[in-house]
């Protein structure tokens, strides 16, 4: 992935998808994905990451919501990271990050993550470029240490292309059930449009030891079966099992007739 350019990277989806069969597609993954997600949280050996990038309009929520919604709520956490609150920004930025790390057995979903304390300040340009440039390394660090100790990563950029976003945002101002989520940021963003993907590229370059997945985001429909087939492969790929049952001994059947007595 290095050099990578995004606009020589197509936002449709490929010319042999087709909306139907992607869709009764997606509900098949859902049944493999309750399966193994069933088997990843009993095994309780490893953790999984999922982070989403990507920009305003580009999918974020529609995709977990779409994706996720046949797992078990007790295996499955989502966080959006959002501007820092005052709390969060008492404390170093990967603060806020380390507090919702998964534990074994817990598949961690990141509306936004900790790229977000590479790509507002780039942006904005509140840091130097040394400062950033360290950012960069630590993120990378980051993930390293996350890999070394059983949690998984499964990176998406969610790919639109800017007539698109623009198409979004005025459905969002139309729509009564959408139009709680536009802000004007979303219309500054997008006329910020050419500044961000730069960001981005420099992000998906030297952010690549643990490879992102560039997913084609203008048609919603091929989006969540993209997501919902590679997330499914990652599951399989851990060949996991189920623990085996527990063996009761004769002393815990001793010590449970003590307790019983008492």
């Known amino acids: ?30 049944k493999d994905i309750y399966a193994l997600q069933h088997l990843f949280y009993a095994s309780h050996s490893k953790s999984l990451l999922i982070v989403f990038q990507g920009m305003d309009t580009a999918g974020k ?44 057995g817990m598949i961690q979903i990141f509306n ?9 300040p780039t942006i904005q340009k509140s840091l130097s470029k040394n400062k950033i440039d360290k950012r960069y390394l630590f993120i ?35 729509n009564p059930l959408k139009k709680w989520k536009y802000s004007d940021e979303d219309l500054k963003s997008s006329k910020k449009w050419n500044d961000y993907m730069e960001v981005y590229e420099s992000i998906l370059n ?9 997913v084609p985001s203008d048609d919603k429909w091929h989006r969540d079966f993209a ?13 996991l099992s189920f623990p085996m049952q527990n063996t009761i001994t004769k002393k815990d059947k001793s010590v449970a007739t003590d307790n019983k007595k008492n």
């Open 227 to 239: 997501v919902a087939s590679i997330i499914k492969e990652k599951l399989e790929s851990m060949h």
């Open 206 to 214: 030297r952010c690549n030891k643990i490879p992102w997945t560039i």
């Open 1 to 30: 992935m290095k050099n990578l350019k995004l606009t020589q990277i197509k936002t449709t989806s490929p010319k042999d998808a087709e909306k139907k069969k992607s869709r009764k597609d997606l509900l098949k993954l859902h």
């Open 112 to 120: 936004r993550s900790h790229y977000e304390d590479i790509l507002v």
């Open 140 to 174: 990378n660090a980051f993930e390293e240490y996350l890999i070394e100790n059983d949690t998984d990563i499964i990176k998406f950029f969610l790919h639109i292309s800017p007539e698109e976003q623009i198409e979004r945002i005025k459905k969002r101002l139309k």
């Open 61 to 104: 929520d529609g995709v977990i919501r779409n994706v996720f919604n046949c797992t078990n709520p007790l295996g499955v956490r989502a966080t959006s990271f959002k501007a820092p609150c005052d709390m969060e920004r008492e404390h170093d930025y990967m603060w806020r990050i380390f507090q919702k790390l998964p534990e074994k």
